[in-house]
């Protein structure tokens, strides 16, 4: 059974750093491309970054290029999101899932992540 479990999220002040974990089991890691996705309150779940099986390709939102960098351990079955620059905007609750997935529905239970002063 697939199993995504993310980590790593907490309160920061604008413009400070976070790295995300996304420890995956139950299905074969490294053959999948895999998404990073968000959903702030009151809003619909939003694709965040996505990364190619093998790592080779990166590709991210306008609004976090040049401030997020998405990256995957396949020896260790995980899948990484590291955050600079935050903004207050980027407050939300912050899943991983197989990038293919309908509406991301492999996606764990999330960790939270607020940007504040």
């Known amino acids: 059974k697939v199993k995504l479990v993310e980590s790593g999220g907490g309160l920061v002040q604008p413009g400070g750093s976070l790295r995300l974990s996304c420890a995956a089991s139950?299905?074969?890691?490294?053959?999948?491309?895999m998404s990073w996705v968000r959903q702030a309150p009151g809003k619909g779940l939003e694709w965040v970054s996505t990364?190619?099986?093998?790592?080779?390709?990166?590709t991210y939102r306008d609004s976090v290029k040049g401030r997020f960098i998405t990256s995957r351990d396949n020896a260790r079955n995980t899948l990484y999101l590291q955050m600079n620059s935050l903004k207050t905007e980027d407050t939300a609750m912050y899943y991983c899932?197989?990038?293919?997935?309908?509406?991301?529905?492999?996606r764990g239970q999330g960790t939270q992540v607020t940007v504040s002063s």
């Open positions: 139950g299905f074969t890691f490294s053959a999948y491309a």
């Open positions: 990364i190619t099986f093998n790592g080779g390709t990166t």
């Open positions: 899932a197989k990038a293919l997935d309908n509406n991301y529905a492999s």
